[in-house]
């Protein structure tokens, strides 16, 4: 397998303590996991679950591709024979162990997917991968659809990896039974029709589709129709239009009246339309009477009546790292590259200068909210390192390079990320940017913008973060030009298109 690594270098002193604080400390909760290295979630957790380790080993594999692969394809060799994958992956006092019996969360599909790039196009793996997917989506389709209303349901709180939520209203952790709850946990309004799970089908769904397409296997518009069925349900079933924010349902069918986070989570698995995801950022996700709080993004909005602020380990307000590290691709999905920034800053000031990654924070102070972990929680911590490398860095997604040029404050900095053979490197004097391929320059560019090129560093996309109008100036091997790009706005240099700069709107203020 081949070497992965990175480093990042600036005059922003608050960047350097976190970043250096961040590689030190996850190296930490690099661990020998049965035989294979693995990276665990840190803090008091030191297991494999399905919610935060695929894509916490996808986002590592930056740093250390063997690990990053092993958090993905141990849990692929663990899919039992009925095509459930467990939630959870133990090895304590040197016994490994396997969960099979709650989902705990589904950050997979993607960070998969993108993992068969970043191990060099393995086809076999990708067959793999492939029937792992399916299979997974039949077991959800049989086991959590127990009322024939075509909505995936959520029979426990372990089903979201919610621990402790009150929206869950007291519910116990698992429900392990192969039939849905009985009448005794109707107070907990359980099972209900749950935007989570419909998420993880979309997800694996729009996948599979796409693995059809990289296969030739003439799948692809099967699985295409197969996850339209479920955006399009979650749209007339889940979704709220007056609200702006999908509901879940409860026991009966009824929308459960709270204001939830996992909006976000649908946003991070591509469940929602542009509109959907639109109206959420707007109306709610940049609001500061809800979810963009001094330390944004609480697990309920702060204004409901479910939302409490407690410290340990639960999610029925204080915002999570976890979320956070969603929170990239949720962004990221919509075309809302400015917010990226602006989530960015709240999580690097709510870290601070200490660089501890903590698993909560409070969402009214920014405080950490130090009773969970001693600060070395990964999803926090991987959360700061893949925002630097959106901000400052270079990254691959799928067969596309991202290339951070965000100036700040006039701080200088250099990001290298080495893929294998290949280096990629952006210098950045806080006004201008070049990027590098091997050594050889590609483009440079007016700092406020985010660049996406190919692997040879050919540009094709060009979109303006800053929070403000900003004029940007564009060389390329093949042409120069100016633009005056708005906040999101995104000019399509393969294809000669600048796409209006109304198309995506910011909300970040």
């Known amino acids: 397998m081949t070497h ?4 990042f270098k600036t005059t922003d002193k608050l960047l350097t303590a976190i970043y250096e604080s961040a590689v030190r400390t996850e190296k930490n909760n690099i ?9 665990v979630e840190g803090g008091d957790y030191r297991n494999l679950w399905l919610e935060t380790q695929p894509m916490g080993g996808e986002m590592y594999a930056k740093y250390d591709l063997e690990a990053g692969f092993n958090n993905i394809d141990l849990f692929m060799d663990a899919m039992d024979d009925e095509g459930m994958m467990p939630g959870m992956l133990t090895y304590i006092d040197n016994v490994y162990g396997e969960r099979h019996d709650f989902i705990q969360g589904y950050c997979f599909p993607y960070p998969a997917l993108n993992m068969f790039y970043l191990i060099g196009e393995d086809r076999d793996w990708l067959l793999k991968l492939y029937n792992v997917l399916k299979l997974n989506d039949e077991w959800f389709w049989k086991n959590r659809e127990s009322d024939g209303d075509g909505c ?21 952790h698992f429900w392990t039974a192969k039939t849905p709850p009985d009448e005794s946990w109707a107070k907990y309004h359980l099972p209900r029709e749950s935007m989570d799970l419909m998420a993880y089908s979309y997800d694996a769904r729009n996948t599979l589709a796409k693995i059809s397409t990289i296969l030739e296997n003439g799948e692809t518009e099967y699985w295409l129709e197969k996850a339209g069925y479920v955006k399009n349900k979650v749209r007339s079933y889940l979704w709220r239009e007056e609200k702006h924010a999908c509901y879940d349902r409860d026991e009966n069918n009824e929308f459960l009246e709270i204001l939830v986070h996992n909006n976000i989570r649908c946003m991070y698995h591509g469940l929602f339309d542009q509109h959907m995801a639109d109206d959420f950022i707007k109306y709610h996700m940049f609001n500061p009477e809800e979810f963009w709080t001094k330390m944004p993004l609480p697990s309920i909005a702060v204004n409901d009546p479910c939302f409490k602020n407690i410290k340990t380990n639960d999610w029925s307000g204080q915002p999570e790292g976890l979320t956070f590290q969603r929170s990239v691709r949720a962004l990221e999905n919509y075309g809302h590259y400015a917010e990226q920034v602006r989530v960015a800053e709240k999580l690097f000031t709510g870290v601070g200068m200490q660089g501890l990654f903590t698993q909560q924070f409070d969402p009214f102070t920014g405080e950490p909210s130090m009773e969970n972990n001693p600060g070395d ?8 390192l893949e925002y630097m490398s959106r901000l400052y860095g270079v990254s691959r997604s799928l067969d596309t390079m991202i290339w951070g040029a965000f100036a700040k404050e006039s701080n200088s900095y250099d990001y290298t990320q080495k893929y294998g053979e290949n280096e990629y490197r952006i210098m950045s004097d806080s006004v201008n940017a070049t990027g590098y391929v091997n050594g050889k320059p590609v483009f440079t560019v007016s700092c406020g913008c985010r660049i996406e090129t190919g692997l040879d560093g050919t540009v094709k996309r060009v979109m303006g973060i800053n929070r403000r109008p900003a004029h940007i100036r564009i060389n390329t091997e093949c042409r120069e030009f100016d633009a005056f790009l708005e906040p999101n706005a995104v000019i399509d240099i393969e294809n ?14």
């Open 4 to 7: 992965n690594d990175a480093s």
């Open 31 to 39: 661990v020998d996991f049965n035989g294979r290295r693995a990276v």
């Open 377 to 384: 929680y990964g999803p926090t911590l991987l959360a700061c």
């Open 152 to 172: 995936l349901e959520a029979w426990c709180p372990c089903d979201t990896g919610e621990d402790y939520s009150a929206k869950f209203f007291g519910a116990p």
């Open 496 to 509: 000669g298109v600048f796409v209006p700069d109304d198309s995506v709107k910011y909300y970040g203020d």
